[in-house]
């Protein structure tokens, strides 16, 4: 299992923008397709976007594809996303992702073996 920690969350203006990163601890970080989902109060889970290990595709939620982008430093055993143009609706709880299962990249969660605590990413309008 690799383990996770989220940071970059916080309060930023409609239009602004943020990274999250993702440490990742583990030796097998570039064999892992990693992901971000986020959650908003009273709603369920969301895939945000995820990139594959080693070939390094990547997928988009079409709410934030042109304006978010996901990128992995394998050597760094880290990950990020750009958040850019943000909007109000992109108020939630961000979560990083590790799949032990694949190198493909997917939206769906159940493909996630490894899961870090969260950071709060809050956009006033």
């Known amino acids: 299992q690799v383990q996770l920690v989220e940071s970059g969350g916080g309060l930023v203006q409609a239009g602004g923008s943020l990274r999250l990163s993702c440490a990742a601890s583990?030796?097998?970080?570039?064999?892992?397709?990693m992901a971000w989902f986020r959650q908003a109060p009273g709603k369920e889970r969301e895939f945000v976007a995820a990139i594959s290990g080693n070939i390094l595709s990547t997928i988009y939620a079409n709410s934030v594809k042109g304006r978010f982008t996901i990128s992995r430093d394998t050597a760094k055993s880290m990950m990020y996303l750009q958040m850019n143009i943000l909007k109000s609706e992109d108020t939630a709880t961000y979560y990083c992702?590790?799949?032990?299962?694949?190198?493909?990249?997917?939206?769906?969660?159940?493909?996630?073996?490894?899961w870090g605590q969260g950071t709060q990413v809050t956009v006033s309008s």
């Open positions: 992702a590790a799949s032990a299962r694949s190198l493909t990249a997917t939206m769906s969660p159940g493909t996630y073996t490894s």
């Open positions: 583990g030796r097998t970080f570039g064999s892992y397709a």
